[in-house]
């Protein structure tokens, strides 16, 4: 199942896709027990990289805003991160910033600079800002889950295939839909640039299971080693 999407490659908010090999593609990639709900960005350059985009603390990837990009009930975003320093507030993938309807995979803040943070305030204003334990070393692989749970009430972080960390009371009641374009590697006011290589990025309109999450990371270690 392949479904084209408009994904750009900026640097320094100029856009650089015809030089800096631009991603162009969604498609279902290997590891995922179901289809329709996936949106896979295979990220590439034309530079010869093992996996994924070499950031370099200038750049991000967009994607226009689409319906397809919307929740309304639980949803997963999973990517595999290899980041060259352990900077604070790095933005690793955004829709939005901290307004209405948007939310932010990002590093903590000073001290916590190694762990993933997330914030998120549904279309009720409702927020939950929440710093997992796990955390992010430089210079190796890791592969990241997050869950949106609405349905359980909490932010659930998983780390390598397992390693659950949970932020209970969320508090959401209802879903994220900012018209936001979602960003990889900054947020939507140019804050956080990512150094670092990223890979994989999927988003689902559901809650993966702990047996999904566990294969996806099986099926994609070798090639993040």
């Known amino acids: 199942w392949i479904k084209n999407i408009s994904l750009k490659r900026y640097r320094s908010g100029t856009d650089t896709s015809g030089d800096q090999g631009s991603p162009i593609e969604a ?23 093992s996996n994924g985009v070499r950031m370099h603390g200038g750049e991000y990837i967009s994607v226009a805003d689409s319906e397809v990009l919307d929740f309304v009930s639980d949803y997963t ?36 600079e190694t762990k993933i943070r997330i914030y998120a305030k549904d279309d009720a204003d409702n927020a939950k800002d929440f710093v997992s334990t796990n955390t992010i070393p430089t210079g190796s692989w890791t592969h990241i889950v997050v869950i949106f749970n609405i349905t359980n009430d909490s932010v659930d972080v998983y780390k ?9 009371s969320a508090g959401w009641s209802s879903g994220f839909t900012s018209t936001k374009e979602l960003r990889i590697g900054v947020n939507s006011a140019g804050n956080g640039y990512y150094d670092g290589l990223i890979d994989e990025v999927r988003t689902y309109s559901r809650a993966l299971s702990t047996a999904e999450i566990l294969k996806n990371y099986n099926n994609g270690k070798a090639s993040h080693s």
């Open 160 to 168: 390598n295939g397992g390693n659950l960390s949970q932020g209970t």
């Open 27 to 49: 498609l279902l990639t290997e590891g995922t027990t179901a289809g329709s709900d996936n949106q896979g960005f295979l990220l590439h350059d034309t530079t010869p990289i």
């Open 77 to 112: 975003v999973e990517f595999w991160v290899k980041p060259k320093t352990a900077t604070a507030n790095t933005r690793l993938v955004t829709k939005g910033e901290t307004g209405t309807g948007e939310w932010m995979i990002s590093t903590g803040a000073s001290s916590d």
